[in-house]
Structures are given as structure tokens and as C-alpha cells.
């Protein structure tokens, strides 16, 4: 099984300044074939569903702010919010779908400092 | 838009069984995999089982297999999760998740989740 590590577990950041979650994959989730990472991440407010924000890496979900972006590949993956807004606040997770069993990283959850 | 309602959750005791459905509109059900995701009260999501859009392919997480069971009626845009011999490790909201793809290997959509708690 794929085994997905966030970093850091929490984080409290300033409105306006940025925050930077990490995920990396115990092994590579990049397909050679269609040149893509096969990561995601999510975005869960407390009480709701999770919610897609970034597929293949990098590329946003229709609709999602642009101050969410998604970075790596192979192994080693970024979410950065440019600029923290209150309503970001959140747990966020990172998710493989290169193959079954399909794997999430713990989460993050992200404050407001 | 992609609307994923789930239904069936409930309270249950240890070794009993439930069904879950979830109703899916706004896109075609047919050609999508389809996921359950779970995530236990102040955990995190642990992926369960995906059908892919015919119905002929089925994975599960080792935990639950030989004890769930997922199937789609492409006929009523609904996929289902039989739960038998359910332990109190299965507590938690189960998601239904419609895959960016044919089969497993997609982003999710999610819906809103249904609540099952096993205990006696």
C-alpha cells in the first residue's frame, strides 16, 4: 500500500500571509505514460464533506479560488494558500489514486493565528 | 452539477448487517467508477471499496473484505454497500465518491455522507 505523510500535523497562520502543506508518498504516484501525478487534495470544514480543490498535482477544480495551488511530482507534493482567508479554515489531505488500496495522509488542520 | 445523496446509515449491533445506497444525478452514472470512503468520528478518510462503471471490477480494503459487498444499478444511477457481520471499528460516516475515471484511479466528488454507528 502507498503510504501518504502530511506535514505538519497543524498550522496557524496570519490572514493574508501564506500557508504550505507538504504530502509525500512512500512510493512514486507519477504514470509515465500519461506524464501525470496521480494526487489530489481536499479540503474539509468542520461538519461537511470533504471537497476537491487540486487533481493531477495542479490543476484547480473548476470554481476553487486561485489562491490554492498544488505543486510536485513523483513523491513529493505542496498545497500553498498565497494568502489565507477566514473561511480556509480547515483540515486538509492529500490523496493518491495511482492504485487500489486508495491512500489519504492524515490531514492538516489550519487556524487562524 | 455532480449530486450524490446518501441514505441507509443508522445504529446497528455488532454482527448485524445494513445497506447503503447512494442516488447520483447530474452526470452520466454509467460511465464513472464509483467509491466509499469512511471516516470514523475525529479521524481521518480511509478509502472502502470502488466499483468501476460497468460492475465488473470490485476492490476493497482488507478490513472489510469478504464482509462488505458494493454493486451499481446503472438503471437507477444508484450504488450500494452491503455491510454484513459489522463491527464496532466500522463506526463512522461513510462517504459515497464519484471517480474521475472509468474505474479507481480518479479524483473524488463527494457527497454529504451517512452516519453508522455499531453498537450494542
Known amino acids: 500500500d502507498i503510504v501518504m505523510t502530511q506535514s505538519p500535523d497543524s498550522l496557524a497562520v496570519s490572514l493574508g500571509e501564506r500557508a504550505t502543506i507538504n504530502c509525500k508518498s512512500s512510493?512514486?504516484?507519477?504514470?509515465?505514460?500519461?506524464?501525470?501525478?496521480?494526487l489530489a487534495w481536499y479540503q474539509q470544514k468542520p461538519g461537511q464533506s470533504p471537497k476537491l480543490l487540486i487533481y493531477?498535482?495542479?490543476m484547480r477544480e473548476s470554481g476553487v479560488p486561485d489562491r490554492f495551488s498544488g505543486s510536485g511530482s513523483g513523491t513529493d507534493f505542496t498545497l500553498t494558500v498565497s494568502s489565507l482567508q477566514a473561511e480556509d479554515v480547515a483540515v486538509y489531505y492529500c490523496h493518491q489514486y495511482f492504485n487500489t488500496p486508495l491512500t489519504f495522509g492524515g490531514g492538516t488542520k489550519v487556524e487562524i493565528k | 452539477q455532480v449530486h450524490l445523496v446518501e441514505s441507509g446509515g443508522g445504529v446497528v449491533q455488532p454482527g448485524r448487517s445494513l445497506r447503503l445506497s447512494c442516488a447520483a444525478s447530474?452526470?452520466?452514472?454509467?460511465?464513472?467508477?464509483m467509491h466509499w470512503v469512511r471516516q470514523a468520528p475525529g479521524k481521518g478518510l480511509e478509502w472502502v471499496a470502488v466499483?468501476?462503471?460497468?460492475?465488473?471490477?470490485?476492490f476493497y480494503l482488507d478490513s472489510v473484505k469478504g464482509r462488505f459487498t458494493i454493486s451499481r444499478d446503472n438503471s437507477k444511477n444508484t450504488v450500494y454497500l452491503q455491510m454484513n457481520s459489522l463491527r464496532v471499528e466500522d463506526t463512522a460516516v461513510y462517504y459515497c465518491a464519484k471517480s474521475d475515471s472509468t474505474g479507481g484511479s480518479g479524483s473524488l466528488i463527494w457527497g454529504q455522507g451517512t452516519l453508522v454507528i455499531v453498537s450494542s
Open positions: 447530474g452526470f452520466s452514472f454509467s460511465a464513472y467508477g
Open positions: 493531477w498535482a495542479s
Open positions: 512510493q512514486s504516484v507519477f504514470y509515465s505514460s500519461s506524464n501525470k501525478s496521480y
Open positions: 466499483i468501476w462503471k460497468d460492475g465488473d471490477k470490485e
